[in-house]
């Protein structure tokens, strides 16, 4: 049990790039939750995969923002035409059933310049 | 919907004093309740979680918290801080049904003066 890994750990990009981040969770954990964290706050909710399916999004994640969990192991967040707002910490997390912890991966870090 | 607070942002704390860290939740469900500590340019590590059961809840590190349904609390507590328990703390909650997203406070950051 390696944990849960996301790459890269640090990305630069300028306003109007895309960018696309990857978590890997702990295997056969089937269900995989996306956080975005801001300077000073906790991190706030974006998705949620249950195996391959995904289940629900927040208001947060904007037509910009779209995430996949291809045949329910790893799973990309792509950042579309990014802005200065989108600077953040981008945390993934998963469980292995129900009633369990989530456990988080280190996050990649975005800033958009 | 479920929220939580953390009523203090700093808590700066000598070195071998004991600390509470304060932490009360909001929902219209049955939850479960976590404490996570967060270093600098890290990601989150559990601390110690409330599923069910007693109330009295130990975990990593020497800590400890308390569930008190009625008063609709989680206060983290340890009896003697180290230089090493500097960071971020987080409380959150997830309701026990559904699919379990995670809510989390806003954090305090826990300052230990040597």
């Known amino acids: 049990d390696t944990g849960v890994s996301q790459n890269p750990r640090h990305k630069i990009t300028k306003r109007g790039q895309n960018v696309t981040f990857r978590c890997d969770p702990i295997?056969?954990?089937?269900?995989l939750y996306w956080y975005r964290q801001t300077l000073g706050q906790g991190p706030e909710f974006l998705t949620y995969?249950?195996?391959?399916?995904?289940?629900?999004k927040s208001r947060l994640l904007s037509d910009r923002f779209s995430a996949e969990r291809p045949k329910g192991s790893f799973s990309t967040l792509e950042i579309q035409r990014t802005e200065q707002g989108d600077s953040a910490m981008y945390l993934c997390?998963?469980?292995?059933?129900?009633?369990?912890?989530?456990?988080f991966g280190p996050g990649t870090r975005l800033t958009v310049t | 919907a479920q929220s939580v607070t953390q009523l203090d942002s700093q808590v700066p704390v000598f070195e071998e004093a004991p600390v509470e860290l304060r932490c009360n939740y909001s929902s219209s469900v049955s939850v479960y309740l976590f404490w996570y500590v967060q270093y600098p340019n890290q990601g989150l590590q559990l601390l110690l979680k409330?599923?069910?059961?007693?109330?009295l809840v130990k975990g990593i590190n020497g800590f400890e918290a308390e569930f008190n349904k009625s008063q609709t609390s989680f206060h983290l507590r340890k009896p003697s801080v180290h230089i090493s328990d500097t960071a971020e703390y987080f409380c959150a909650v997830s309701e026990t049904g559904g699919y379990q997203k995670v809510t989390f406070g806003t954090g305090t950051k826990l300052q230990v003066i040597p």
């Open positions: 997390a998963s469980i292995p059933e129900v009633g369990s912890e989530q456990y």
């Open positions: 995969f249950q195996n391959e399916a995904q289940l629900e």
């Open positions: 295997s056969e954990h089937n269900r």
């Open positions: 409330y599923l069910s059961g007693s109330t």
